[in-house]
C-alpha cells in the first residue's frame, strides 16, 4: 500500500494506491511552521480511514507547504513516521507536488494560488525556484490569505462597496477587535486570513472584487513568473481553488505579461498520483 500525500496550509489530500485500486482521504493542512510532529500523527491517527491501514502502508510520499529545508522536513516525517511505523517515508516540498501534476513532458513554469503562493520551473528533471516564497506576511502575492488581507483591512477602513461592506457585516458580525485578535493573537492566521475567499467569492461577479482579484494576480505573475529568463516562451501552469475559481480573471493577468497559459487545476493530487505511477514509485525501495 502507497499513500500519496497533497498538502496545503488549509487542507490535506490523501490517495492510497493498493492492489484493489485508488482510496481517498482528507485530513486539516500540515504545515511545520504552524503543526508539531504529535500534531501530524493526531491527524492521522483521528481518520478513521487512515488509522484502519496504519500498519499495512509501505510506502508515503508527502509534499506540503512549508516543507522547503531538512529540519522543516523532519517534523512532518517524524509524525508520519510514528503514524506509520513500517513505511518509508518521503516529504517534500508543496511546489514539488505542483510541478509534478502540472508536467505535460516539456519544461514549464508551475505556480500555486491557493491558501498561499508560490511557483517553480521543472524542466523534467529538476524543480528550482527563482524567488522565494515568503509567506503570508511578507508575501503569498494573489492568494487566499492576501485577499482575505485585502477584504478585512478595506473592510475596516469602510472602503468596501456599500452593498459588500453591509453584506460582510450581516454574515459575520465581526469587529475590528476581533479580527486583530485573530490575525495577531491566534495561531494560524494565514488560515484565517484565507478563510474569507468563500464570502469573495460570493462577489465574484461585482466589478470591485474583480477588480481586486486581478490586480493581485497581475502582482503574482510580475514577481513570481516574470523574474524566469524564459517566461514567455514556456507554458505556465497554475494549481489551487484561487486560480481556478478565478480563471477569467487570471487569464486577463496573463495577457498582460504575454504570459503563455497552461492548465489551470484545481487539485493537484490526481494529476500528483499519476506522475507517481509512471515515474516514481519505484524509486523508494
Known sequence: MILVVDSGSTKSDWVLLSDSGQETFSTMGL?????????????????????????????????????????????????LQKAFPSAKIVVDHDLKACAYATYEGDPAISCII???SNSC????????????????????????????????????????????????YEETKLTKDQIVDHVYMQPNANVYLASFMPFIVKFAHDSYIKE???????????VHVCCYPNYKDVKVHFVGSIAALFSEELKAACEIYSVNLGNT??????GLVRFHEQHLIEKIN
Do not use: W
Request: hydrophobic share 35%; aromatic share 16%.
Open 114 to 116: 491557493g491558501t498561499g
Open 31 to 79: 504545515n511545520p511552521y504552524f503543526h508539531s510532529s504529535e500534531i501530524v500523527y493526531t491527524a492521522v491517527y483521528e481518520n478513521e480511514g487512515l488509522n484502519n491501514i496504519r500498519s499495512f502502508v509501505e510506502k508515503v510520499f508527502f509534499y506540503g507547504a512549508g516543507c522547503s529545508s531538512d529540519a522543516l522536513n523532519q517534523i512532518i516525517k517524524n509524525g
Open 212 to 222: 481586486m482579484v486581478f490586480k493581485g494576480f497581475k502582482q503574482f505573475i510580475d
Open 265 to 270: 487545476i484545481q487539485k493537484p493530487i490526481d
Open 121 to 168: 520551473y521543472f524542466d523534467g528533471s529538476e524543480v528550482s525556484e527563482v524567488v522565494p516564497a515568503l509567506g503570508y506576511v511578507l508575501g503569498d502575492e494573489g492568494s487566499g490569505t492576501y485577499f482575505g488581507k485585502q477584504l478585512l483591512s478595506n473592510y475596516l477602513y469602510k472602503r468596501l462597496p456599500e452593498n459588500i461592506q453591509h453584506a460582510f
